[in-house]
């Protein structure tokens, strides 16, 4: 949708340096012509002043709006976006829970996978590919044996990453935190928390 014309920067930025100029111009006439009233340059000077600080103000606010609008969008995207991935680790619980994959089961993992499609990175959508082929091929059967889990938990895990990294991944960089590391301490929970047999 096009931005509407006085909504653009750059347009707003000529207008008001037209006005600035023409302003300043017809003040700077009216200046010399009222020389011989008393208090009339006066006066000028204070219109003058008063109509710089409420255009300059003008664009302050308006950027300060247009910052605060931006940054609310990107918060209500992160929201869903955790969301999101949250659902599909819940969804993911229930059917290692349970023990059956079942139909219903099979279309939340596909809507997920649309609702991924919208927010996900691109490395965490590669990466939920091949998970979705492990487990494919680990529940071919309709069942998820011990062993099963266990394999779904570690391809979870290296999806994990990629979740961790598309939604603080620049906290992560801003605090210092090695994404290495992290990674290898994921996975390493993933092997360590195994279900026995």
């Known amino acids: 949708m096009a931005k509407e014309w006085y909504k653009n920067s750059f347009i707003m930025m000529v207008l008001s340096a037209a006005l600035f100029i023409g302003g300043y111009f017809f003040l700077r006439l009216a200046y010399h ?12 000077l204070i219109v003058l002043g008063t109509l710089a ?16 609008l931006e940054k609310e969008k990107n ?14 680790i819940d969804n993911l619980e229930e059917i290692v829970k349970r023990r059956v994959v079942d139909e219903e089961e099979v279309n939340k993992l596909m809507f997920n996978t649309h609702r991924l499609a919208i927010f996900a990175s691109p490395s965490a959508l590669a990466e939920y590919q091949r998970f979705l082929s492990v487990f494919n091929k680990k529940t071919d059967d309709g069942m998820v044996s011990i062993d099963d ?3 779904l938990s570690q391809s ?6 990629l979740i961790r990294k598309d939604l603080i991944g620049e906290l992560d960089d ?3 935190y090695n994404p290495e590391n992290i990674k290898e301490q994921i996975l390493s929970n993933a ?3 195994t279900i026995k047999k």
């Open 191 to 193: 092997v360590s928390v």
């Open 174 to 176: 801003n605090r210092g």
């Open 53 to 68: 600080t409420v255009l300059i103000t003008a664009m302050l606010l308006n950027k300060q709006t247009e910052v605060e």
């Open 33 to 44: 012509m009222s020389d011989k009233m008393p208090f009339t340059q006066e006066i000028i």
């Open 149 to 151: 889990a266990n394999q």
């Open 75 to 88: 918060v209500k995207f992160l929201e869903l976006k955790t969301q999101t991935y949250l659902r599909l």
């Open 156 to 161: 979870l895990a290296r999806l994990t990453v």
